[in-house]
């Protein structure tokens, strides 16, 4: 098992997650953040830090697996991220909306740290 990244961080990227993970196995996209699953110990610690619950085992993706797919593609392209940044400014208003990786996902980095 791995945890992953889902829909809600799309267009919020709070980031609190990448200071407690203790292999620093996030990655950076312009508005999402990635869990490289080769590199997660399972440890849980990010999941309860994320505001809007996007951060979740993976037994509970979708069935065709998208989201362990959509991570571990990504982490592999983005820079790591292990010092919380700024969040979006506009993240309210994305908060409690779902089907955003149709909408909004971008496949851009963001910058790292």
Do not use: H
Not at 54 to 60: G, L, N, Y
Not at 87 to 103: C, F, I, M, N, T
């Amino acid at each position: 098992m791995t945890y992953i990244v889902m829909d809600p961080c799309i267009k919020c990227k709070f980031m609190d997650c990448v200071e407690v993970c203790p292999v620093d196995c996030f990655y950076e996209g312009e508005n999402f953040l990635a869990i490289n699953p080769e590199e997660c110990i399972d440890c849980g610690v990010c999941e309860p830090e994320c505001p809007v619950d996007a951060i979740k085992p993976d037994t509970e993706d979708d069935p065709d697996g998208k989201w362990l797919k959509l991570n571990a593609e990504y982490s592999k392209v983005w820079p790591n991220i292990t010092v919380k940044g700024e969040p979006p400014a506009d993240r309210e208003q994305y908060e409690r909306e779902s089907g955003k990786l149709e909408k909004y996902f971008s496949p851009k980095p963001g910058r790292g740290s």
